[in-house]
């Protein structure tokens, strides 16, 4: 089963706009990672947020985790046509190196 | 290219024949990943290994699935008696700590 859910499931907006998705997830974690994909190809790493992290930056990327809501966003600021994609939160099964991943956010970013 | 490689890309099979795919990881790392996508859904988890040792095995792969990863380097992953139902991307990822390193997947179709 899917340890994580993105919300929304489908978002399209216009190039220049911020584009954010959420995941919950339902177990103790000490790390949450979110990925991207292309259509048609494996996922590529964005950024990894530790459980003792509430906020983490990398570029355009920023990344919040509350654990006590066992929830986590992604935020992607001035979008561009090439961030559409689609965008996954994995998590650790607790005590494990086994990743699930969630049901994934499809963005369509309009030029 | 020092990324994950999976071999084939693409295969076409008819029900109830065999196929096998193959994963070259990245050299140094020391966990191997098998994952299986559908259109429109994230990753399930197959099964992954930790150099040479099978460490877990999903309870959605009956027993027409096997996986291999002798001496802790490339892997196998073999299906038996294929079904439509296998239809779907096959996607391989190795790590050495957290993060997954994906290859482009290999696309299976059962007519």
């Known amino acids: 089963s899917q340890q994580g859910e993105e919300d929304p499931q489908a978002l399209s907006i216009q190039e220049g706009e911020n584009a954010t998705m959420n995941c919950s997830y339902k177990?103790?974690?000490?790390?949450l990672q979110w990925y991207r994909q292309n259509s048609g190809r494996g996922l590529v790493h964005l950024i990894l947020?530790?459980?003792?992290?509430r906020e983490k930056h990398s570029g355009r990327l920023r990344v919040t985790l509350d654990t006590s809501k066992k929830s986590s966003s992604l935020l992607i600021t001035a979008s561009r046509a090439a961030d559409t994609a689609s965008y996954f939160c994995?998590?650790?099964?607790?005590?494990?190196?086994?990743?699930?991943f969630g049901t994934g956010t499809r963005l369509k970013v309009l030029a | 290219d020092t990324g994950v490689s999976q071999d084939p890309r693409h295969k076409i099979t008819k029900r109830g024949q065999n196929v096998t795919f193959r994963c070259d990881p990245i050299?140094?790392?020391?966990?191997l990943y098998w994952y299986r996508q559908t259109l429109g859904q994230g990753p399930e988890f197959l099964t992954y290994?930790?150099?040479?040792?099978?460490?877990?095995k999903s309870r959605l792969l009956s027993d027409r699935f096997s996986a291999e990863r002798p001496k802790g380097s490339f892997s196998t992953l073999e299906i038996q008696r294929t079904e439509q139902g296998d239809s779907a991307m096959y996607l391989c990822?190795?790590?050495?700590?957290?993060?997954?390193?994906f290859g482009s997947g290999t696309q299976l179709s059962v007519l």
């Open positions: 290994f930790q150099n040479e040792a099978q460490l877990e």
């Open positions: 990822a190795s790590s050495e700590n957290e993060k997954l390193f």
């Open positions: 947020i530790r459980s003792n992290e």
């Open positions: 050299s140094e790392h020391n966990r």
């Open positions: 177990t103790s974690i000490n790390n």
């Open positions: 994995a998590t650790p099964q607790e005590g494990t190196y086994k990743y699930i």
